[in-house]
């Protein structure tokens, strides 16, 4: 056994059953691993937030608060005073360390092993493993198991503020205990990989299934920018098989290869560098365009453990839009909203809308089925504007709908996202210069703005906040303008 089995944690262990080549290098190498972005760290904070949560369930447990070794020794310890209940108890065995979300002593002097997810379904892909690890260890240290249970979040009943029934319980005993058999013959292969040279395995859909891989963009740099995995919904068999053959780049593929008419059309654009511009459509989707045109966008945020009323588990509602208004002699204004603190945004936030956009005109969006579920959800939380909103709903106009029935570009990429349209359409403004880059970046830093302390720290945000959503209308402006002058 290598020094490195004595870090192989749960975590590293699932990495190996992805990858072999990510579990060796976060052992052998870790600063060659993409760094977490803020949506990931807020994405692991929200799990923290949950299974804290979760424990508040369990009045009788008691918490393992110590860390490495002296947490295994806190546990026995706390296993042999008959402790009825322990979170985070700790165990290891054969340099495979494992914490338990919550373990609960059973009338017959067994155990149940219950984990906790912020998921909203049992996933047998991504939890059986998990939790067959920690069953095998606890298993090895002469823990009898009489059942293995996952908690995980109820979307559906559960409204705010009655969080009483936040959770669901299922048994999950049989699946994990078939699993788990073939464990220790994974254990063993991977103490024998682990004392060995870095390996090599060829890239895959598990580069990002079940979870993205932080060594993507070492394994992935020979892989073109117009490669196969940028034609449209492309079955992961055929991407598979084209793998196999060593075909990556798309003028590679060979023109006999079965393609939807759809992917075939994206081939050969970029087979001929060709662009497909149906301007007729293009001209006659504008002309049903009203001044003055709103060129809007809401930000969401849609967190795990709900906090407004009558809202649901991962229920989005939104904390910030931008507008520019565009009048038909060319005129330009700019309007906004950010909410700045942490009480419920929707009522504020819609007496802004309803203050920035009159009852005349287009609202031009990207991606309408988006907005216009913000807006039936503000409806629903607000009837007394619900007229209002409605009209709004009617007056939507998708931009992102030229694209993906009417433009078609070979450094599109193969997708319609606004992201991948704006560097071609109008190559002079970009995203990248930005502090907040993404959508999920700006949910993840607007629930750092609002919780804040630092004056100084918190505008920074703020104006990060401002400056990403502005971007968003501005781009489908510039759009516009060039899809006008077409």
Known sequence: MTNSMGRLSKSTFLSGLQCEKRLWLELHKPEVLEELSSSQEQLLEQGQLVGAYARDCFPEGVLIESHGNSAIVETRKAIKDQTPMLFEAAFQTQGLFIRCDILERTPQNAWQLIEVKSTTKFDSNLHIPDIAVQWYVLEQNHI??????LMYINSKDCVYPDLSNLF????????????????????????HMLSGSEPEKPIGYRCSHPHHCPIKPICWVHVPEKSIFTIPRLHRNKSQKLIEENCLAIHDLPDDFPL???QQRYVQSVKTNRVE???TQISTELSRLAYPLYFFDFETFNPPIPRFDGMRPYQQFPFQYSCHVLDKNGERVHKAYLHRDESDPRLPLTKSLM?????????IVYNASFERRVLNELMDAMPQYAEALSGMIDRLWDQMLVFKNHYMHPDFLGSASIKNVLPVLVPELSYNQLAVKKGDEAQAIWDQMIREKNVNQKLALESALKD??????FAMVRIHQVLSSL
């Open 168 to 191: 669901v319980v299922e048994d999950v005993t049989h699946e994990v205990a078939l699993f788990k058999a073939g464990l220790p013959e994974k254990l063993s292969l991977f103490q």
């Open 355 to 363: 203050s920035d956009i009159e009852s005349q005109g287009s609202i």
């Open 277 to 279: 511009i149906n301007k």
């Open 468 to 473: 990403y959503c502005k971007m968003d209308t």
């Open 144 to 149: 009898p198991i009489e059942s293995v249970n």
């Open 260 to 262: 939807t008419e759809t």
